[in-house]
Structure formats: C-alpha cells, structure tokens
C-alpha cells in the first residue's frame, strides 16, 4: 500500500527551466530524503532532513534546493535545470534518521530537453 | 570509488531454481539493507540484516560484517520474483543515509 505520494510522475522541460517536484508521507515518519537514480540506475542519497531540519546534503549543485513545510512534507526545486539533471527522483521517508527501514515513493521521472 | 559493488550484474533462472545474490561493501557498515524495485520502478524494502542470518518468507540474507560482505538466496524463483535487487549500506552510524550498489537485475523465466 503507497504511503509516500509523489507528483508529478513524470516532467519534460526545457534546459534552464525551473521545476518543482513534491513529496507526501503518510506514515506519521520524523525524516525524509531525496535520492536520484541516473540512467544507469544507480541511486544515489541527496537530501535527509529529519523533523523539517537539513541533516544531510550530498554535494548537490546549488541549483537543488529542498523544501519542508512541514515533517510529512518534502519538496525538491531546482532552478535552471541541466541536461544532467535527466533522472529518476525518488523520495523516501524513514521513521527516524536512524530507523532500519525506507519506504520509497514510485519516483519522478525528468527529462531535461 | 564505489562502496558497494554488487554481483552478478544480471541473472537469468527458470521458475523453480535459486538464486544467490553478492553484495560486498568498501567501509564499515553499521546498516545493510536489500530492496528490490521493479521493473515498473518502485522500490521496496526486502531485508535489513547488518551481520548474520535473516530470513523472510523466500530469502534468506546472510552478511559477515568482518568480510565485508552480503549475500541474498531466493530460493525456487517464481517469474514474479524478477527485476532489479539492490543492496545498500550506511557506513556512517546516523542519519540512515544509504549508498546502493548499481543491482543485480533477475529475470526468472517460466
């Protein structure tokens, strides 16, 4: 059963565009995060932020920024996108930062023209 | 360099047979879990076992912290068993932040 929601399933934009991706959970959880899986599927950790705090950011270019309204609510901008930034973005929340398990939401597939 | 190398990259069964997946890992880690994600995408949590013996249902992880390695057994693989598995670690001890390997993508034929 989907308990971390994310929109929109997929976005195609223009290089130097800006777009903003959301993310919900449901789960009552204390931290989230946001991974990117490239075209080789490899995932890699962006941002956690436990209880609305920024706990981890992984040398992310600037033009990522993450945002949290509130500890059920991580949304990721990023301002003039790059041909690079052609990924899978998957959210995932956690019920601690040190909590064994992720529970990952179905991803946002971008597409940088 | 990677932290976590996984093998095969890529396997194929028949329905019925096992499989054995490797995970070795660069640095000490303080959390191993196994996902799958499917070939639709999403991902799932399976196991998470940083050092000895776990089973669920089907799989069986086994990891030996000192070597630095995990394996995953799935035995008699069904076709819905197929897609990508992926082993991931945090090597930190907060902040679950987990490094994946690039998967081992199975595919289990009727």
């Known amino acids: 059963e989907t308990a971390v929601f994310q929109t929109p399933n997929y976005h195609v934009t223009q290089v130097g565009n800006e777009v903003s991706f959301n993310c919900k959970q449901t789960?009552?959880?204390?931290?989230m995060y946001w991974y990117k899986q490239d075209s080789k599927k490899l995932l890699k950790i962006m941002f956690s932020?436990?209880?609305?705090?920024?706990?981890v950011n992984e040398t992310v270019p600037r033009r990522f920024s993450p945002q949290s309204s509130d500890k059920a609510h991580l949304n990721l901008r990023i301002k003039s996108v790059e041909p690079e930034d052609s990924a899978v973005y998957l959210c995932?929340?956690?019920?601690?930062?040190?909590?064994?398990?992720?529970?990952f939401g179905s991803g946002t597939r971008l597409t940088v023209l | 360099g990677q932290q976590v190398q996984q093998s095969p990259a890529s396997l194929v069964l028949q329905e019925g047979e096992n499989a054995e997946l490797q995970c070795n890992f660069s640095?000490?880690?303080?959390?191993l879990q196994w996902f799958y994600q499917s070939p639709g995408g999403s991902l799932v949590s399976l196991l998470s076992?940083?050092?000895g013996t776990k089973h669920t249902g089907r799989l069986t992880s086994t990891t030996v912290t000192k070597e630095r390695r995990s394996s995953l057994h799935i035995s008699s693989s069904q076709t819905t068993d197929s897609g990508t598995y992926l082993c991931?670690?945090?090597?930190?001890?907060?902040?679950?932040?987990?490094?994946f390997g690039s998967g081992t993508k199975l595919t289990v034929e009727p």
């Open positions: 995932a929340s956690s019920a601690g930062p040190s909590a064994e398990t992720l529970y």
């Open positions: 789960l009552g959880h204390d931290t």
């Open positions: 932020y436990n209880n609305k705090q920024l706990i």
């Open positions: 640095s000490t880690a303080t959390q």
């Open positions: 076992n940083p050092s």
């Open positions: 991931a670690i945090d090597p930190m001890s907060n902040y679950n932040v987990l490094y």
